[in-house]
């Protein structure tokens, strides 16, 4: 048996180390260097906004887009109940109240036509998540959002570089944030970015990162902020990742593809689709949803990959099964069966940057062993 592998592992050999050490060499390593304002200018005309604002990660991201909106108590968000915690963290915060959509069972993204039914007259705003390389249908989206007059909120910290219809991702809506974990397209250890296209929401999304200080009275604050800056040597790392987006882009698309050609041919799984009509999969991550049928649930599919050295991740707990949420009372008697049964058939195989082709031979040959010794 080979060496464990990681579930991911970043690229970190272009201009890293170089833009590194210029923070180092030039003393300039707090949010005050000049690469934060480059890296956010860089990254805005990259997807196609008029602002960007680094922030220290994607969480942080979308709990200053959900306060810089004005969302609190009275408001109704709807949103996916498949995603990760950090997308309802500020909306409960705020006092206002999540309404959740069930998944789509093919795309694994929120089930656009459930939108509209769940609008009442408190519905403030509609946050869309773009789920593990394939962008929500938006169009439909932005259709109910002008004809109910509600915010968009676009969470696309896994689509870096993604397009839906040609338009880039992360330009959608009022407002949109990504994160740079390191197992994102593109990475700055920890780090996040606002972008918007409105003046107001820039400033106000510019003053909550920076603990609202206003610039002649300092220490006097109307409104309160967070310190949610990012360093000089994050967007160090940043700005030379996103030289690279491209050829990362292009890199994961090359390991979907070979994944796909070598596992398509077995039963009982589901594979993510390789394309909609409105994009081509960018394989954030690789999932794969196990049919109740092959007896073997995602926990136990986990078990036996670790065994033999692979490395995998569960899918998204559903948000109306959080048991912080549940003890706060929230989403009592509510079913979304598509994200259940994500949660419960699904997990997601190594996916990273670096993951080579002989890495991707192994854990499918691993994958097809964890299957057949099923009926053992
Ligand atoms: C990774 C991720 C986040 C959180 O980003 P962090 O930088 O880890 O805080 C938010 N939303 C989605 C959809 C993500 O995949």
Same mark, same amino acid.
């Given at each position: 048996?080979?060496?464990?592998?990681?579930?991911?592992? +970043?690229?970190?050999?272009?201009?890293?180390?170089?833009?590194?050490?210029?923070?180092?060499?030039?003393?300039?390593?707090?949010?005050?260097?000049?690469?934060?304002?480059?890296?956010?200018?860089?990254?805005?005309?990259?997807?196609?906004?008029?602002?960007?604002?680094?922030?220290?990660?994607?969480?942080?991201?979308?709990?200053?887009?959900?306060?810089?909106?004005?969302?609190?108590?009275?408001?109704?968000?709807? =949103?996916?109940?498949?995603?990760?915690?950090?997308?309802?963290?500020?909306?409960?915060?705020?006092?206002?109240? &999540?309404?959740?959509?069930?998944?789509?069972?093919?795309?694994?993204?929120?089930?656009?036509?459930?939108?509209?039914?769940?609008?009442?007259?408190?519905?403030?705003?509609? =946050?869309?998540?773009?789920?593990?390389?394939? +962008?929500?249908?938006?169009?439909?989206?932005?259709?109910?959002?002008?004809?109910?007059? $509600?915010?968009?909120?676009?969470?696309?910290?896994?689509?870096?570089?993604?397009?839906?219809?040609?338009?880039?991702?992360?330009?959608?809506?009022?407002?949109?944030?990504?994160?740079?974990?390191?197992?994102?397209?593109?990475?700055?250890?920890?780090?996040?970015?606002?972008?918007?296209?409105?003046?107001?929401?820039?400033?106000?999304?510019?003053? @909550?990162?920076?603990?609202?200080?206003?610039? !002649?009275?300092?220490?006097? !604050?109307?409104?309160?902020?967070?310190?949610?800056?990012?360093?000089?040597?994050?967007?160090?790392?940043?700005?030379?990742?996103?030289?690279? @987006?491209?050829?990362?882009?292009?890199?994961?698309?090359?390991?979907?593809?070979?994944?796909?050609?070598? @596992?398509?041919?077995?039963?009982?799984?589901?594979?993510?689709?390789?394309?909609?009509?409105?994009?081509?999969?960018?394989?954030?991550?690789?999932? $794969?949803?196990?049919?109740?049928?092959?007896? =073997?649930?995602?926990?136990?599919?986990?078990?036996?990959?670790?065994?033999?050295?692979?490395?995998?991740?569960?899918?998204?707990?559903?948000? !109306?099964?959080?048991?912080?949420?549940?003890?706060?009372?929230?989403?009592?008697?509510?079913?979304? +069966?598509?994200?259940?049964?994500?949660?419960?058939?699904?997990?997601?195989? &190594?996916?990273? =940057?670096?993951?080579?082709?002989?890495?991707?031979?192994?854990?499918?040959?691993?994958?097809?062993?964890?299957?057949?010794?099923?009926?053992?």
């Amino acid at each position: 048996m080979g060496d464990f592998i990681p579930v991911n592992e +970043p690229l970190l050999d272009g201009n890293e180390k170089k833009y590194l050490l210029e923070c180092i060499e030039s003393g300039w390593i707090s949010s005050e260097g000049p690469f934060v304002k480059e890296f956010e200018q860089k990254f805005a005309i990259r997807m196609n906004r008029k602002h960007g604002i680094a922030v220290c990660n994607g969480t942080a991201a979308l709990d200053a887009s959900v306060d810089a909106l004005g969302i609190g108590a009275g408001d109704e968000v709807i =949103m996916p109940t498949f995603t990760i915690i950090s997308c309802i963290g500020q909306i409960i915060r705020s006092g206002a109240t &999540p309404v959740l959509v069930d998944s789509d069972p093919v795309t694994w993204n929120m089930d656009v036509s459930q939108i509209e039914a769940k609008i009442t007259p408190r519905t403030k705003a509609i =946050m869309i998540v773009h789920i593990f390389g394939l +962008p929500v249908d938006v169009d439909p989206v932005l259709d109910i959002a002008k004809r109910y007059g $509600l915010k968009v909120i676009e969470d696309a910290a896994e689509m870096h570089g993604q397009t839906y219809k040609g338009r880039s991702c992360g330009s959608f809506g009022d407002i949109s944030t990504f994160s740079f974990y390191p197992n994102k397209h593109i990475t700055t250890g920890e780090g996040g970015m606002i972008l918007t296209d409105d003046d107001d929401l820039a400033e106000t999304c510019r003053s @909550l990162r920076n603990l609202c200080f206003q610039p !002649h009275k300092r220490f006097v !604050h109307e409104r309160l902020g967070w310190n949610m800056r990012m360093t000089n040597m994050q967007a160090a790392l940043g700005l030379a990742q996103l030289e690279r @987006l491209d050829e990362f882009v292009e890199r994961k698309r090359r390991m979907g593809a070979r994944y796909t050609e070598i @596992l398509k041919d077995l039963n009982g799984v589901q594979l993510p689709l390789a394309k909609t009509e409105y994009a081509d999969n960018i394989y954030w991550v690789y999932g $794969l949803v196990f049919d109740d049928s092959t007896g =073997m649930d995602a926990e136990e599919a986990m078990k036996r990959l670790a065994q033999q050295g692979i490395g995998t991740r569960p899918f998204f707990y559903p948000m !109306h099964q959080q048991p912080v949420l549940r003890k706060m009372g929230f989403f009592e008697g509510e079913s979304y +069966p598509v994200a259940e049964q994500l949660y419960r058939q699904g997990l997601y195989i &190594p996916s990273g =940057m670096a993951l080579s082709d002989l890495q991707v031979t192994t854990v499918v040959d691993v994958v097809r062993a964890a299957l057949l010794c099923k009926t053992a």
